[in-house]
């Protein structure tokens, strides 16, 4: 049997700025758990204001949103800051992380949030992520003085520290060149069938999309394909 | 609450901005160290000012004051009763200064257990004579002793010794203004005439300085047997007493009741020196609001740095909440960034505003009006450092409120897509 992760259901939303406009029309469409999902379409077509939608963090629409069967709908901002904490991973496209802190720090934070574990523990499970992906020997570096790549996969080590039900992806290859978004595509392949992590990324490299397992293709607010 | 985890970002922040964090905690610093010091200097020169006269102020002074009579003859006639009296043929009788039974009120007041102290006093004026000029002055005649405990008599005499004046026969301490006018100095003999025309001849065994100039142009100290002896009167003529409290909030109340009880006049320290708290307070309100101003100004400084800071920290801010944040423990880092400000800044402001007392409690300042004042006087009462403290923490607070709240309703969305 497979579960649902995320579920939108007649999703709309409109820009009003500066004259009314449909930006996403009907979206409808499931994730199961353990898929590897890329959503694919022109610049403008949507698909991040979609991200933003299903990673909670843009409230602003109508229709129903449900990831792990939890409607988002009425949740306060400090739930929904929740939600993203504990059950969603973000990989961006500009990297993201805290200067302020050292690589091993960015990974940690989201779990010191969680409080799940002991301090000592979120430690030891950054180091085990980084470990798989390669980068351990960063930990102690601080994050400004990562190269793009390296970036990158901090960004993935740190997505994964809460174990979260999806890991989204808002172009994550779309700033490195053709060796590291190789990499990194191989990190989430790697993802999807050793721990069977459910993957959402969009992106506009048709290249990466079609090596995903299924592709949501979208076109002017509209989901065409899938 | 606070958590470890919200602590340890903010502290990240503050020192990923050390240099301008290090500017608004100066801030701070520098307005703490003005406050307290000027309140300290301050409230140091109103404790010296006061002291010139409160501490030589009994608190409650008894005495029988020239007064007409308070029931007149008329109000005793009944055909009159309940009429206009415009006639009040029975003046003020001077016969008797003295206050009636001294022995049993000083008796009385010494087991009051709310009363520090007395000391009896006769207030005789007389004249001087120099050449063929008289001087009117006054002649104290004081128990030495006691003068000295309650009223710090001997801090004022500037040459000689206060305890002469007991010791010799027939001398006198004379103001130093007096003494000028009178050109006398210690070891020679002034001529005095009580107000019957007698002639005294006294020895001038010490000088004394008040700080006031008119005080010390009238008034001279003798012992009481010497004093009694010029007044022409017996061993118990004492005109005046003065008490000492243990509480000076009190003698307003006091002042009554003893009047009542000894049927004599009475008067207390609030009555008669009004005027000396009214000049305190106004300074003292003065440095508070210039103090309060020092610190405004740091606050305002506090909140420019905070919001640059903000500015600058948006993706941070927006990363935080993308993965998982919420608004409020954004606005809590950015609340403990600006309380650590203002707790770093007010310690040292405090440190700073003691050390710089501290220099200013040290410079000479010496003058002749002043005899006990040798440097300039500081006031370091913990007070002002609490109050300080707690405005720098309240400052801050404040300063910071405004940019932490800005900083918890940043969109991660807009800062994003932004890009």
Redesign the interface.
Same mark, same amino acid.
Not at chain 1, 96 to 101: A, G, I, K, R
Not at chain 1, 112 to 115: C, D, F, N, T, Y
């Given at each position: 049997m497979q579960s649902i992760i995320l579920q939108a259901k007649a999703i709309h939303k409109q820009f009003h700025d500066p004259v009314t406009v449909d930006v996403l029309k009907n979206i409808t469409f499931s994730i199961n758990a353990g898929e590897f999902v890329s959503v694919i379409g022109k610049s403008g077509c949507g698909k991040?204001t979609l991200l933003?939608i299903l990673?909670t963090?843009?409230t602003d629409y109508s229709g129903e949103l449900l990831i792990d069967s939890q409607p988002m709908r009425n949740k306060t901002?400090?739930e929904l800051?929740?939600v993203?904490?504990?059950k969603i991973g &973000?990989v &961006?496209? &500009?990297h =993201? !992380? !805290? =200067?302020?802190?050292s690589a091993l720090?960015n990974v940690m !934070?989201?779990g010191?949030? !969680?409080?799940q574990y002991s301090e000592k523990e979120v430690e030891h499970r950054a180091i085990e992520r980084m470990k798989k992906l390669g980068i351990d020997k960063l930990a102690f570096k601080q994050a400004n003085q990562l190269s793009g790549g390296e970036k990158q996969r901090v960004a993935i080590a740190?997505a994964m520290i809460?174990d979260p039900a999806i890991i989204m992806g808002?172009e994550p290859t779309g700033n490195l060149d053709k060796r590291n978004s190789e990499m990194v595509f191989d990190i989430f392949k790697q993802l999807t069938t050793e721990f069977k992590q459910t993957m959402l990324v969009v992106t506009h490299d048709v290249e990466f999309a079609q090596k995903s397992k299924r592709i949501i293709e979208m076109e002017d607010g509209r989901i065409i394909r899938q | 609450m606070i958590s470890r985890l919200i602590v340890s970002i903010a502290r990240s922040l503050l020192l990923a901005r050390l240099r301008q964090t290090m500017v608004a905690a100066v801030g701070v610093t520098f307005s703490i160290m003005m406050f307290v010091t000027l309140l300290g200097f301050m409230n140091g020169l109103n404790d010296m000012l006061d002291g010139l006269i409160l501490n030589r102020t009994a608190h409650i002074r008894l005495f029988n004051d020239i007064k007409p009579k308070e029931k007149q003859a008329i109000e005793k006639a009944k055909d009159y009763k309940n009429r206009s009296h415009f006639i009040h043929s029975v003046k003020s009788s001077g016969s008797r200064r003295e206050i009636y039974n001294v022995g049993a009120i000083t008796k009385a007041i010494s087991r009051d257990p709310r009363v520090l102290g007395y000391a009896p006093k006769i207030n005789a004026p007389v004249f001087f004579n120099d050449g063929n000029i008289e001087i009117t002055g006054v002649i104290n005649g004081i128990d030495v002793e006691a003068e000295a405990r309650l009223f710090f008599f001997k801090d004022y005499v500037t040459k000689g010794n206060p305890m002469d004046v007991k010791t010799v026969a027939n001398s006198i301490i004379l103001g130093k203004a007096l003494a000028d006018k009178l050109l006398v100095d210690i070891g020679d003999r002034v001529y005095v005439n009580n107000s019957q025309g007698e002639r005294f001849s006294l020895k001038v065994v010490g000088f004394f300085e008040s700080g006031l100039m008119e005080l010390d142009k009238v008034n001279s100290y003798a012992s009481l047997a010497t004093t009694q002896k010029i007044v022409g009167k017996s061993n118990n003529y004492i005109t005046d007493l003065q008490i000492k409290l243990k509480d000076l909030n009190l003698a307003p109340a006091m002042a009554k009741d003893y009047s009542k009880l000894f049927e004599c006049d009475s008067e207390d320290i609030q009555t008669a020196n009004a005027q000396f708290e009214t000049g305190s307070n106004v300074r003292s309100i003065i440095s508070y609001a210039v103090g309060i101003t020092l610190l405004i100004v740091a606050g305002f400084g506090i909140y420019n740095i905070l919001n640059m800071m903000i500015f600058e920290k948006m993706e941070s801010i927006a990363i935080l909440k993308a993965t998982g944040f919420s608004g409020k423990d954004v606005r809590k880092v950015f609340m403990v960034i600006a309380v650590s400000i203002g707790l770093i800044g007010g310690l040292a402001g405090e440190v700073m505003g003691f050390l710089l007392s501290n220099l200013i409690d040290n410079i000479p300042f010496n003058t002749p009006a002043l005899p006990t004042i040798k440097t300039f006087p500081v006031n370091y009462s913990p007070k002002y450092y609490i109050i300080s403290f707690v405005f720098a923490l309240l400052t801050t607070y404040f300063a910071g409120y405004f940019p932490a709240r800005k900083a918890s309703r940043v969109d991660p969305v807009v800062i994003i897509r932004g890009k």
């Open positions: 991040s933003y990673s963090m843009d901002e400090a800051a929740h993203r904490n504990a &973000f &961006f496209q &500009f =993201y !992380l !805290l =200067y302020e802190f720090k !934070l989201p010191l949030k !969680l409080g740190r809460n808002d | -």
